[in-house]
Protein backbone atom coordinates (compact mmCIF):
# COMPACT_ATOMS: atom_id res chain seq x y z
CA UNK A 1 0.00 0.00 0.00
CA UNK A 2 2.83 2.39 0.78
CA UNK A 3 4.22 1.77 -2.56
CA UNK A 4 1.16 2.86 -4.41
CA UNK A 5 0.64 6.08 -2.19
CA UNK A 6 4.25 6.73 -3.08
CA UNK A 7 4.13 6.40 -7.12
CA UNK A 8 0.49 8.26 -6.43
CA UNK A 9 2.06 11.26 -5.03
CA UNK A 10 4.77 10.97 -7.50
CA UNK A 11 2.43 11.45 -10.38
CA UNK A 12 0.61 14.41 -8.77
CA UNK A 13 3.65 15.88 -7.44
CA UNK A 14 5.13 15.54 -11.20
CA UNK A 15 1.78 17.17 -12.40
CA UNK A 16 2.02 20.03 -10.03
CA UNK A 17 5.57 20.74 -11.01
CA UNK A 18 5.06 21.09 -14.50
CA UNK A 19 2.42 23.84 -13.79
CA UNK A 20 4.79 25.32 -11.29
CA UNK A 21 7.55 24.96 -14.00
CA UNK A 22 5.60 26.43 -16.52
CA UNK A 23 4.44 29.65 -14.99
CA UNK A 24 8.04 30.18 -13.56
CA UNK A 25 9.67 30.01 -16.84
CA UNK A 26 7.98 33.96 -16.93
CA UNK A 27 9.47 34.57 -13.80
CA UNK A 28 12.83 33.50 -14.41
CA UNK A 29 12.66 35.35 -18.00
CA UNK A 30 11.83 38.61 -17.33
CA UNK A 31 14.48 38.71 -14.56
CA UNK A 32 17.63 37.00 -16.39
CA UNK A 33 16.88 40.49 -18.86
CA UNK A 34 16.26 43.66 -16.81
CA UNK A 35 17.06 41.84 -13.22
CA UNK A 36 13.37 42.87 -12.30
CA UNK A 37 10.59 40.39 -10.74
CA UNK A 38 6.94 40.98 -12.97
CA UNK A 39 4.49 40.56 -10.14
CA UNK A 40 1.85 40.85 -12.10
CA UNK A 41 3.08 37.51 -13.66
CA UNK A 42 0.26 35.35 -11.01
CA UNK A 43 -2.30 37.63 -12.40
CA UNK A 44 -1.63 36.91 -16.20
CA UNK A 45 -1.95 33.39 -15.34
CA UNK A 46 -5.53 34.07 -13.57
CA UNK A 47 -6.97 35.78 -16.53
CA UNK A 48 -5.94 33.03 -19.57
CA UNK A 49 -7.97 30.41 -16.89
CA UNK A 50 -10.66 32.95 -17.32
CA UNK A 51 -10.22 33.24 -20.91
CA UNK A 52 -9.61 29.67 -21.32
CA UNK A 53 -13.33 28.84 -20.43
CA UNK A 54 -14.44 31.97 -21.82
CA UNK A 55 -13.61 30.90 -25.30
CA UNK A 56 -14.65 27.27 -24.96
CA UNK A 57 -18.22 28.39 -24.20
CA UNK A 58 -17.56 30.54 -27.20
CA UNK A 59 -16.57 27.87 -29.45
CA UNK A 60 -18.98 25.15 -28.07
CA UNK A 61 -21.94 27.52 -28.83
CA UNK A 62 -20.53 27.93 -32.70
CA UNK A 63 -21.38 24.19 -33.18
CA UNK A 64 -17.83 22.85 -32.57
CA UNK A 65 -18.52 19.48 -31.90
CA UNK A 66 -14.51 18.02 -31.87
CA UNK A 67 -13.42 18.28 -28.21
CA UNK A 68 -9.55 18.23 -30.03
CA UNK A 69 -10.01 21.12 -32.20
CA UNK A 70 -12.10 22.95 -29.70
CA UNK A 71 -9.44 22.30 -27.22
CA UNK A 72 -6.28 23.27 -29.46
CA UNK A 73 -8.25 26.26 -30.82
CA UNK A 74 -8.62 27.30 -27.21
CA UNK A 75 -4.97 26.72 -26.38
CA UNK A 76 -4.18 29.14 -29.48
CA UNK A 77 -6.79 32.19 -28.94
CA UNK A 78 -5.92 31.95 -25.21
CA UNK A 79 -2.22 32.36 -25.73
CA UNK A 80 -2.83 35.19 -28.22
CA UNK A 81 -5.18 37.28 -26.11
CA UNK A 82 -2.66 36.49 -23.03
CA UNK A 83 0.42 37.54 -24.80
CA UNK A 84 -1.66 41.07 -25.62
CA UNK A 85 -1.95 41.16 -21.86
CA UNK A 86 2.15 40.28 -21.18
CA UNK A 87 3.05 43.07 -23.71
CA UNK A 88 0.67 45.42 -22.13
CA UNK A 89 1.98 45.28 -18.77
CA UNK A 90 5.70 45.48 -20.73
CA UNK A 91 4.60 48.93 -22.18
CA UNK A 92 2.61 50.02 -19.43
CA UNK A 93 4.27 49.04 -15.84
CA UNK A 94 8.27 48.89 -17.00
CA UNK A 95 9.11 50.75 -20.61
CA UNK A 96 8.02 53.88 -18.67
CA UNK A 97 10.22 53.22 -15.65
CA UNK A 98 13.30 51.77 -17.20
CA UNK A 99 15.43 54.71 -16.25
CA UNK A 100 14.11 54.87 -12.72
CA UNK A 101 14.80 53.45 -9.89
CA UNK A 102 15.00 49.77 -9.01
CA UNK A 103 11.77 49.80 -6.73
CA UNK A 104 9.52 51.58 -8.87
CA UNK A 105 8.78 49.09 -11.60
CA UNK A 106 7.88 46.99 -8.81
CA UNK A 107 5.80 48.86 -7.13
CA UNK A 108 4.25 49.58 -10.52
CA UNK A 109 4.01 45.97 -11.29
CA UNK A 110 2.15 45.18 -7.77
CA UNK A 111 -0.38 47.95 -8.81
CA UNK A 112 -0.90 46.08 -12.51
CA UNK A 113 -1.54 42.97 -10.11
CA UNK A 114 -3.96 44.60 -8.26
CA UNK A 115 -5.69 46.20 -10.98
CA UNK A 116 -5.84 42.85 -13.19
CA UNK A 117 -7.24 41.22 -10.21
CA UNK A 118 -10.03 43.46 -9.07
CA UNK A 119 -10.75 43.79 -13.08
CA UNK A 120 -11.55 40.20 -13.45
CA UNK A 121 -13.66 40.41 -9.64
CA UNK A 122 -15.66 42.94 -11.27
CA UNK A 123 -15.96 41.99 -15.06
CA UNK A 124 -16.54 38.24 -13.79
CA UNK A 125 -18.05 38.03 -10.02
CA UNK A 126 -16.07 36.76 -7.39
CA UNK A 127 -17.62 33.31 -7.02
CA UNK A 128 -15.68 30.85 -8.40
CA UNK A 129 -16.32 29.56 -11.71
CA UNK A 130 -15.60 26.02 -13.33
CA UNK A 131 -15.73 23.91 -16.69
CA UNK A 132 -17.09 20.29 -17.18
CA UNK A 133 -14.60 17.62 -17.26
CA UNK A 134 -13.56 17.41 -21.55
CA UNK A 135 -11.20 14.94 -21.24
CA UNK A 136 -12.02 11.29 -20.10
CA UNK A 137 -10.01 8.14 -19.39
CA UNK A 138 -6.96 7.40 -17.55
CA UNK A 139 -4.23 4.53 -17.10
CA UNK A 140 -3.55 2.38 -14.62
CA UNK A 141 -0.94 0.70 -13.39
CA UNK A 142 -1.57 -2.35 -11.37
CA UNK A 143 0.37 -3.41 -8.22
CA UNK A 144 -0.49 -6.63 -7.40
CA UNK A 145 -4.30 -7.15 -6.74
CA UNK A 146 -6.65 -5.27 -9.14
CA UNK A 147 -7.99 -2.75 -5.83
CA UNK A 148 -4.33 -1.56 -5.84
CA UNK A 149 -2.95 0.74 -8.76
CA UNK A 150 -1.08 3.69 -9.82
CA UNK A 151 -3.83 6.09 -11.44
CA UNK A 152 -2.93 8.93 -14.04
CA UNK A 153 -5.49 10.79 -16.08
CA UNK A 154 -5.52 11.65 -19.13
CA UNK A 155 -5.38 15.30 -18.70
CA UNK A 156 -2.69 15.21 -16.37
CA UNK A 157 -0.56 13.17 -19.15
CA UNK A 158 -1.42 16.17 -21.21
CA UNK A 159 -0.27 18.65 -18.30
CA UNK A 160 3.09 17.08 -18.06
CA UNK A 161 3.75 16.46 -21.97
CA UNK A 162 2.98 19.98 -22.79
CA UNK A 163 5.32 21.47 -19.96
CA UNK A 164 8.09 19.44 -21.80
CA UNK A 165 7.56 20.02 -25.41
CA UNK A 166 6.79 23.94 -23.88
CA UNK A 167 10.05 24.02 -22.16
CA UNK A 168 11.99 22.14 -24.94
CA UNK A 169 10.92 24.60 -27.62
CA UNK A 170 11.82 27.27 -25.43
CA UNK A 171 14.84 26.26 -24.99
CA UNK A 172 15.63 25.46 -28.58
CA UNK A 173 14.26 29.49 -29.28
CA UNK A 174 16.81 30.53 -26.92
CA UNK A 175 19.79 28.55 -27.94
CA UNK A 176 19.60 28.48 -31.68
CA UNK A 177 17.29 30.98 -33.16
CA UNK A 178 18.57 34.67 -33.65
CA UNK A 179 15.84 36.02 -31.99
CA UNK A 180 17.81 33.97 -28.84
CA UNK A 181 21.16 34.87 -29.46
CA UNK A 182 19.40 38.63 -28.81
CA UNK A 183 17.68 38.17 -25.98
CA UNK A 184 20.96 36.43 -24.29
CA UNK A 185 22.88 39.44 -25.77
CA UNK A 186 20.41 41.97 -24.54
CA UNK A 187 20.74 40.08 -20.77
CA UNK A 188 24.16 39.81 -20.84
CA UNK A 189 25.09 44.09 -21.44
CA UNK A 190 21.90 45.93 -22.60
CA UNK A 191 23.85 48.49 -23.71
CA UNK A 192 26.84 47.12 -25.85
CA UNK A 193 23.86 44.92 -27.28
CA UNK A 194 21.99 48.14 -28.16
CA UNK A 195 25.13 49.38 -29.65
CA UNK A 196 25.84 46.40 -31.35
CA UNK A 197 22.50 46.97 -33.30
CA UNK A 198 20.00 44.47 -31.22
CA UNK A 199 16.76 46.93 -31.00
CA UNK A 200 16.07 45.75 -27.20
CA UNK A 201 13.13 47.20 -26.43
CA UNK A 202 11.73 44.93 -28.99
CA UNK A 203 13.65 42.19 -27.30
CA UNK A 204 12.13 42.72 -23.85
CA UNK A 205 8.28 43.12 -25.23
CA UNK A 206 8.96 39.39 -26.90
CA UNK A 207 10.10 38.12 -23.37
CA UNK A 208 7.03 39.52 -21.83
CA UNK A 209 4.98 37.66 -24.12
CA UNK A 210 6.97 34.40 -24.46
CA UNK A 211 6.50 34.14 -20.31
CA UNK A 212 2.96 34.97 -20.83
CA UNK A 213 2.45 32.41 -23.70
CA UNK A 214 3.49 30.16 -20.98
CA UNK A 215 1.18 31.08 -18.40
CA UNK A 216 -1.01 30.69 -20.61
CA UNK A 217 -0.58 27.15 -21.46
CA UNK A 218 -0.18 26.66 -17.63
CA UNK A 219 -3.59 28.26 -17.50
CA UNK A 220 -5.87 26.07 -20.14
CA UNK A 221 -4.39 22.92 -18.77
CA UNK A 222 -4.94 23.92 -15.08
CA UNK A 223 -8.89 25.19 -16.02
CA UNK A 224 -9.56 21.55 -17.41
CA UNK A 225 -7.38 19.80 -15.23
CA UNK A 226 -9.27 20.78 -12.10
CA UNK A 227 -12.47 22.23 -13.40
CA UNK A 228 -12.39 25.33 -10.94
CA UNK A 229 -10.70 28.56 -10.65
CA UNK A 230 -11.55 32.34 -9.10
CA UNK A 231 -10.45 35.50 -9.58
CA UNK A 232 -7.38 34.97 -6.45
CA UNK A 233 -5.34 31.87 -8.06
CA UNK A 234 -2.85 34.01 -9.77
CA UNK A 235 -1.51 35.22 -6.22
CA UNK A 236 -1.15 32.05 -4.76
CA UNK A 237 0.04 29.93 -7.59
CA UNK A 238 1.98 33.11 -8.58
CA UNK A 239 4.38 33.04 -5.41
CA UNK A 240 4.56 29.28 -5.79
CA UNK A 241 5.94 29.40 -9.20
CA UNK A 242 8.25 32.79 -8.07
CA UNK A 243 9.73 30.54 -5.02
CA UNK A 244 9.78 27.65 -7.83
CA UNK A 245 11.89 29.80 -9.74
CA UNK A 246 14.43 31.23 -7.15
CA UNK A 247 14.75 28.12 -6.03
CA UNK A 248 15.85 26.35 -9.15
CA UNK A 249 17.83 29.68 -9.54
CA UNK A 250 16.30 32.80 -11.17
CA UNK A 251 16.98 33.96 -14.63
CA UNK A 252 17.59 29.87 -15.98
CA UNK A 253 15.14 27.94 -17.88
CA UNK A 254 16.36 24.94 -17.07
CA UNK A 255 16.78 25.87 -13.26
CA UNK A 256 12.71 27.04 -13.58
CA UNK A 257 11.58 23.92 -14.36
CA UNK A 258 13.87 21.62 -11.95
CA UNK A 259 12.72 24.41 -9.21
CA UNK A 260 8.87 23.50 -9.94
CA UNK A 261 9.34 19.75 -10.03
CA UNK A 262 10.91 19.85 -6.59
CA UNK A 263 8.21 22.19 -4.97
CA UNK A 264 5.41 20.39 -6.78
CA UNK A 265 6.99 16.93 -5.42
CA UNK A 266 7.65 17.98 -2.05
CA UNK A 267 4.11 19.55 -1.62
CA UNK A 268 2.62 16.48 -2.96
CA UNK A 269 4.58 14.07 -0.61
CA UNK A 270 4.09 16.20 2.58
CA UNK A 271 0.45 16.20 1.91
CA UNK A 272 0.63 12.36 1.36
CA UNK A 273 2.83 11.79 3.87
CA UNK A 274 2.45 14.11 6.88
CA UNK A 275 -0.32 16.68 6.83
CA UNK A 276 -2.24 19.08 4.02
CA UNK A 277 -2.17 21.69 5.95
CA UNK A 278 1.41 22.25 6.48
CA UNK A 279 2.51 21.60 2.91
CA UNK A 280 3.18 25.36 2.05
CA UNK A 281 5.22 25.55 5.24
CA UNK A 282 7.52 22.63 3.83
CA UNK A 283 7.73 23.60 0.38
CA UNK A 284 8.98 27.38 1.65
CA UNK A 285 11.09 25.10 4.46
CA UNK A 286 12.92 23.87 1.28
CA UNK A 287 13.56 27.09 -0.66
CA UNK A 288 15.29 28.95 2.46
CA UNK A 289 17.49 25.47 2.99
CA UNK A 290 18.63 25.83 -0.56
CA UNK A 291 19.48 29.68 -0.57
CA UNK A 292 21.48 29.34 2.88
CA UNK A 293 23.69 26.89 1.12
CA UNK A 294 23.57 27.47 -2.53
CA UNK A 295 22.37 30.96 -2.26
CA UNK A 296 22.31 31.64 -6.54
CA UNK A 297 19.71 28.25 -6.74
CA UNK A 298 20.02 24.81 -7.90
CA UNK A 299 21.09 25.45 -11.61
CA UNK A 300 21.77 29.30 -10.78
CA UNK A 301 25.10 31.06 -11.43
CA UNK A 302 26.38 33.24 -8.86
CA UNK A 303 26.49 36.88 -10.65
CA UNK A 304 30.04 38.38 -10.97
CA UNK A 305 29.55 42.22 -10.19
CA UNK A 306 31.30 44.99 -13.22
CA UNK A 307 33.43 47.13 -11.57
Not at 176 to 184: I, P, V
Request: glycine share 12%; with cysteine.
Amino acid sequence: MDLIIVGQQLVNGLVLGSIYGLIAVGYTMVYGIIGMINFAHGEVYMISAYLSAIFLAIITSMGVVSVPFALLLVLVVTIFVTAIYGWSIERVAYRPLRGSTRLAPLISAIGISLVLQNYVRIGQGAKSQGVPPLIDGSFRFHLGSPDSFIQITMIQCLIIVASLIGMGALHYLMQKTALGRACRATQQDRTMARLLGVDTDKVISIVFVLGSAMAAIAGVLVTLNYGSFDFHIGFVTGIKAFTAAVLGGIGSLPGAMLGGLVLGLSESFFSGFINTDYKDVFAFSILVLVLIFKPSGLLGVAEVEKV
